[in-house]
């Protein structure tokens, strides 16, 4: 049967933009429908009255050399301005301030100066997670490192054998036994850091967070992290370009409403008409998937357990702001973290992320204002076990909350607010097609579960969910690399495409 495409990927959120690109490459025929008019999802750019906005992510990894969103940025030309940031981030908690530097070393030695740091055990601690960090980002680095493996990729394994040794020693333990063996547990300038490091990265506490995951991504902000000028939805739109100038098809606007499978392949239902396909990426959250497939609960296991892992998860409460700069402003992008109170849960506006664009971000915001996307994490749990009437009420209580916490901890900005919209679990589910809103991929919570999920298995013949809900999970560089690795399986399952690569493939 002759097909319309080889891949569908439905979606064109940072995973659904590199499967698509990655085939697009590698010489198959791709098509992306995207239900918005414009790419990126939870990282995307928006315009509202006469401002522009980062919808969700702000800051961002994988711009370092060789990286791989350094390698697509040169090899398609794409037009995207970074800002390189000193500090990267600085968390503001009360009696806990931190500038941290872009380099690790260099932060390390920050830590050790706070007052009272027990420096040679903070060092300690700090070279173990490296060498932990140095181990898993390679795997970042190369996707062709993570499973399924190729035969070079085997290879590239049996030859690091000794570096994952010391790794094992901390599967399905929390972060907090790696801070008692360093006798650190208790010295709250750090704790406080890697919760809150923590509830970003890995989505939980660092006593709850799976060691290896939270020691990996402790190395967030030293690994190519840079703030995209303009937005986020540059880099998106650039990668969109690409990929319409590899000979893929861009469908924007175009939801997909239904899918189906057929002989060899699938059948989808789109605004445009109907589109066969010989393989199915979704670039969507389990629930969502079961819902377009019109599978109930129990149809198929594996979606079950990943859709519950994902419901265990978070929603994103937001602030949307404009602000007058405050005198003495720098003139970079700043991403603060800041916490009202140290000691009780980072979440519901005790605990906001807030990204300020830079002076040189003209057109943001009216005149010399600056845009402030400010983010808290909702527990959909709770969200959920509220009756429907008391859901805005609480949503309401937790945006005053992050109001409160701003006030406090960045009242230099907050003093100069101008204009605010806001956002709840309900506006990421409107747009953005996450069930309930559900943002934040699967909490990497302590447990062996996680380590199942490495290999990726197709939901059906020939039907994959990329994005942040599978291996290797959240941020736009993850599900950008899981993305690409998805594209290489498909790739080789496809086999020789009908036409040769446009450019040049380098693996
Ligand atoms: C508040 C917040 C802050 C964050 N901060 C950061 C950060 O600073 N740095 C970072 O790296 N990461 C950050 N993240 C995480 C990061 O944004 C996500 O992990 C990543 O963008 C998710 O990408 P995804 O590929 O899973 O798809 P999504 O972004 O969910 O995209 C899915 C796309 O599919 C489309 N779609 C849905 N249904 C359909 C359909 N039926 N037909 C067609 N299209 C459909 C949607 O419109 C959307 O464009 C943040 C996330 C949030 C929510």
Known sequence: MGFDTDVLVVGAGFGGLATALRLAERGHRVTLCEALRYPGGCASTFSRRGHRFEAGATLFSGFGPGQLFDRWIRRYGIDVELDWLDPVVALRAGNVTLAVPPDRGDFVER??????????????????????????????DDPRLLPPFGARGLWAHL??????????????????????????????????????LCQITVQCSAAEAEAPFALATMDYYFRGTAHVRHGIGALATGLTDALTRLGAEVRFSSRVKGLQPIPGGWR??????????????????PQAA???????????????????AVADGWGAAMLYLAAEPPPGA???????????????????????????????DRGRAPGKQRTLTVSTHVPMAT??????????????????????????????WSAGVRYAETASPRTFERFTGRDGGLVGGIPRRVGLRHYLDLVPRAVAPGLHLVGDSVF??????????????????????LGAPARAPLLEVKV
């Open 268 to 285: 989808a239902e789109t605004r445009g008409g109907p589109i066969t396909a010989r393989r199915v990426a979704l670039n969507l959250i």
């Open 383 to 412: 969200l959920r076990a509220l009756p429907e009437a008391e859901q805005g009420a609480y949503i309401e209580r937790i945006q005053h909350a992050m109001r409160a916490t701003l006030a406090a901890r960045a009242p230099e």
């Open 330 to 360: 720098p003139d970079k992008p700043q991403h603060l973290q800041c916490v009202l109170d140290p000691s009780r849960p980072l979440q519901e506006g005790n605990h906001i992320f807030c990204s300020i664009s830079g002076a040189a």
């Open 290 to 308: 079961r819902r377009l497939l019109g599978w109930p609960e129990g149809a198929n296991r594996g979606l079950d357990r990943r859709a519950a």
């Open 111 to 140: 830590i050790c100066a706070l007052p009272g740091a027990p420096a040679a055990r903070v060092r300690a601690f700090f070279a173990e997670q490296r060498r932990v960090a140095n181990t898993l980002w390679a795997l970042f």
């Open 472 to 493: 290797p999970g959240q941020s736009t560089l993850a599900t950008a690399v899981g993305g690409w690795k998805l594209a290489e399986r498909l790739h080789r399952a």
């Open 159 to 196: 030859r690091r054998t000794p570096r994952y040794v010391p790794l094992l020693a901390w599967v399905g333990r929390p972060l907090t036994a790696v801070l008692h063996k360093h006798g650190l547990a208790d010295w709250s300038p750090l704790r406080v850091w890697l919760d809150g």
